[in-house]
């Protein structure tokens, strides 16, 4: 059987498809190709909107430093506080965390001690400082007569963190996390009115003293925190890397128990 004949440009249509290939135009997108140049022109509209620089547009629900602290201005109790952290979806940490973590201890509390954020165990379970940073603190806080389930305000303490929601790989907040959320911090402090801040770590200092000096300077160097005494110490999780450390977290203890019996 004789094969159909080839057309003139059949050879060069070839070659076109070639080298179309070769510039990595290897999929077809269309039964019909487009011929740009019979296309009409823009409207006039169009083309003024084509010719304008684009610009970013906005959410007027993202949230902001200012927006949160409006949010938390708005919390007259620790029940409504705590509600206001739960509904608020303008941290990105709440979706990747099981539970919101808001605070343990008594809120008639003279020490309010503030971490940063919840590790694995914390957000397993929706308290802070349970794991076993959070179990060494209670030996610390114990070894001075205080505890986060004292009854008497004199011995207790109220514990939370800067951060509600625990860091993927429990990593350390980043600077916006921590400035959307430090209001709601804030306000949590006003509405607790304890007598001491006990800071544990580098996030919290550095958040709450408004300081860019590292912890290991900051410790057991008294500050003030709207009005209320402030004290920097190790992080119970560092003390666990870092046994020979806790000497210097003793003395930080016996610093805050001086203070206290004053």
């Not at 909107?49 to 610009?55: E, G, H, T």
């Not at 907040?173 to 006990?198: G, T, W």
């Not at 008294?222 to 004290?231: F, H, K, R, S, Y």
């Amino acid at each position: 059987m004789d094969s159909a004949p080839v057309s003139d440009n059949y050879y060069r249509d070839l070659a076109i498809l070639d080298w179309l290939v070769e510039l990595g135009a290897n999929e077809a997108i269309g039964e019909v190709g487009i011929n740009r140049y019979e296309m009409p022109d823009p409207t006039p509209a169009k083309k003024a909107a084509m010719s304008k620089p684009a610009v970013a547009k906005t959410t007027p629900s993202e949230p902001t430093q200012i927006g949160t602290e409006a949010l938390a201005d708005a919390c007259f109790d620790l029940d409504g506080l705590q509600e206001a952290i739960t509904n608020f979806d303008g941290c990105d940490l709440k979706r990747g965390a099981k539970n919101t973590v808001f605070a343990d201890g008594n809120p008639a509390a003279k020490v309010m001690v503030i971490g940063e954020a919840p590790g694995r165990e914390e957000d397993h379970i929706g308290k802070p400082f349970i794991g076993p940073a959070g179990q060494l603190l209670d030996k610390m806080l114990a070894a001075i007569g205080l505890s986060r389930n004292a009854e008497d305000a004199a011995q207790a303490v109220y514990i939370t963190n800067i951060i509600p929601w625990r860091p993927p790989q429990n990593r350390d907040p980043s600077p916006e996390e921590i400035a959307v959320m430090k209001p709601f911090l804030m306000r949590h402090i006003a509405l607790i009115k304890p007598d001491f801040l006990l800071l544990m770590g580098n996030p919290a200092t550095k958040t709450l003293l408004d300081t860019q000096i590292g912890i290991t300077r900051m410790r057991g160097k008294w500050g003030e925190v709207a009005g209320i005494p402030a004290l920097p110490m190790f992080h119970p999780a560092y003390l666990l890397r870092t046994p020979a450390q806790k000497r210097a977290a003793w003395a930080d203890l016996l610093s805050l128990k001086k203070r206290i019996e004053i």
